[in-house]
């Protein structure tokens, strides 16, 4: 099981060494340009203004002249200083961008991984998971570690080589005050990194109870027809609103706590920044710490808030990061949908199949079983019928049969061939499920039969015709790149079905499996339908669940399901004889 953490991460980040050392250099170069900066003004002070002789005004004599105008130095060392602050901008930039990139890349990388492990995913943890969650999961809290990395991790850089380059200057212009203040800052630094950890809990809340909104949100939303035909809007969208409310709570308890933590530290950073003036003052009184020199060491103090309020930021950040990426782990932590070795292809070579059912058991809650010890043959090119009440299995054994779900015991062979030698993925190329309610892309007619494959318009045509279609289709001012809406709202339920069928057609299966495939088309539409259907299904494996008597008769045999075991079977002479006997499973 692939588990992310911070340590793969950087390990991650190791491999672009180029990138890092590039980075960190012209970090080094704007903490060098920027270092600086402070002093020069209030060297000015000193030198200009209480006349003391310094090294300063002698340099800008020895490049420029001597000059009897104070404005003349104070012009040209405004000019050095907004040039180095120029120079820090730039480099800066620069820095952050090699950042970016390196974190846009590991992003990615996560990103992929996340969409290789949901494409993989086994069906029964995805819908147990909720795909509003994942969808939640993979947009938010990826992004929450990329900002951590593109950006946090860039300032921390910069940010240390700032402290490292001040520290430097303020030893250098008082070491027993700089020594003072650099003993005081760690202690800054600490109290905030635990008062961050008990604060990144509520921020873990709030993204937790908002992946549940966005969830319940993308469900209604998705049934909002279905929501709106059983008049239950109050319902859903009060629960949605109470959802809401419980962001608004966790957003508040975060936001403030949050605020307070941050202001809190700040406090202590300006109730130091006042201790070191007053300790500065004193050493100008007692020492030989100059008035500009003291200055000098105020201006550092303002310089270095940045810098240590971005070191207590990133360990925010970093906090938030980490929970987001324990939240990802729940995504890598979905069983995956089992693989298989592609030893024998049945279908290669062949226009049909047969399909063997062998003592298959299964349950999508184990205290549950659906299916119990199911054995029945479909034979090669014939059509077979399932029938039975509600809730008595018979999807269940077609998502079987079109391995979305493995069964807990027994064997699907195709052909005589384990569906465990074949591999899951051959299968569904080879046996297409055409559902009741099939889910339409919120995209063109085109896209929604072709998922975006290159197909000839004839043989879309074609599939058309077939599907009772190319009527509909020439009313239509665009044709097939008209949007149908969102899961083919602007479509009849009737129409959504017949898409599903030209789909499959397209698709050319091997096995087809029609489950209440035609229930939204009135009983002349279908007999039209199945008679187009007649030279596409000949000589394929054809399995029909339906209720309607009608569609029934088409099939040469026949299954009856009920409570999850075959009841009876038999060639469909024989069982419609005993009509009555069936009438409740065609019409429960």
Request: charge should be neutral; proline fraction near 3%.
């Amino acid at each position: 099981m692939q588990r992310y953490t911070f340590s793969d991460i950087f390990s991650e980040i190791k491999k672009y060494k180029k990138e890092l050392v590039l980075a960190n250099i012209v970090a080094l170069l704007a903490a060098l340009a920027v270092s600086p900066a402070p002093l020069l003004m209030p060297l000015l002070v000193d030198e200009v203004l209480l006349h003391k002789p310094g090294y300063l005004t002698q340099k800008i004599d020895m490049l420029f002249g001597a000059s009897d105008h104070a404005w003349f130095y104070v012009l040209v060392v405004l000019l050095f200083t907004l040039l180095l602050r120029t120079l820090y901008f730039v480099l800066s930039v620069i820095q952050s961008w090699y950042f970016t990139v390196i974190s846009k890349n590991i992003t990615y990388k996560i990103r992929r991984d996340l969409l290789d492990q949901i494409a993989r995913v086994h069906l029964r943890e995805f819908e147990n998971f909720g795909g509003g969650k994942i969808a939640s999961l993979a947009v938010v809290d990826v992004n929450t570690i990329d900002t951590f990395l593109s950006s946090s991790i860039s300032k921390l850089v910069i940010s240390l080589f700032m402290i490292i380059g001040v520290s430097v200057v303020l030893l250098l212009i008082h070491w027993k005050l700089a020594l003072f203040i650099l003993f005081f800052n760690p202690f800054v630094i600490i109290l905030t990194r635990k008062i961050a950890k008990k604060v990144s809990k509520y921020k873990k809340e709030e993204n937790a109870i908002i992946a549940t909104f966005q969830e319940s949100l993308s469900e209604t939303m998705e049934l909002f027809r279905q929501v709106r035909a059983a008049n239950a809007e109050g319902y859903f969208f009060g629960n949605l609103k109470k959802l809401a409310e419980e962001i608004r709570e966790k957003g508040i308890a975060f936001a403030y706590k949050s605020q307070i933590s941050q202001n809190g530290s700040y406090m202590i950073f300006l109730a130091g920044f006042e201790i070191f003036r007053a300790a500065g003052i004193l050493m100008v009184a007692y020492s030989d710490l100059s008035i500009g020199l003291m200055l000098a060491i105020f201006g550092y103090l303002w310089v270095i808030v940045a810098p240590i309020n971005q070191v207590i930021s990133i360990q925010y950040a970093y906090h938030n990061a980490k929970e987001a990426l324990d939240r990802i782990n729940a995504i890598f932590a979905l069983e995956q949908e089992p693989r298989y070795p592609h030893n024998k292809n049945p279908f290669a070579q062949k226009r049909t199949n047969s399909v063997t059912v062998k003592n298959v058991s299964f349950a999508y809650q184990k205290e549950l079983p659906v299916l119990r010890d199911v054995s029945l043959e479909i034979p090669e090119g014939k059509k077979v019928a399932l029938v039975g009440a509600s809730g008595n299995g018979k999807t269940t054994l077609a998502q079987l049969i079109v391995g979305f779900y493995q069964p807990d015991s027994g064997d699907i062979l195709y052909d005589g061939i384990s569906f465990r030698e074949i591999g899951l993925d051959v299968i569904r190329a080879h046996v297409y499920l055409v559902l009741q309610s099939p889910m339409l892309f919120n995209e063109t007619i085109r896209f929604n039969l072709t998922f975006g494959k290159d197909v000839p318009d004839e043989k879309i045509y074609e599939a058309l015709e077939i599907a009772q279609l190319s009527d509909f289709l020439k009313q239509l001012p665009e044709g097939l790149d008209t949007l149908v809406g969102t899961n083919g709202v602007k479509l009849s339920g009737g129409q959504r079905q017949r898409i599903s069928i030209a789909r499959m057609i397209i698709s050319d299966p091997n096995i087809v499996i029609f489950d209440e495939s035609t229930s939204a088309l009135d009983v002349r539409t279908e007999e039209v339908l199945f008679k187009n259907l007649e030279s596409f299904l000949a000589k394929r494996t054809t399995i029909i669940i339906a209720h309607r008597l009608s569609t029934i008769k088409r099939a040469d045999y026949i299954y009856v399901l009920d409570e999850g075991k075959v009841a009876e079977e038999g060639r469909l002479e024989e069982m419609l004889r005993r009509e009555n006997r069936l009438h409740t499973f065609f019409n429960p």
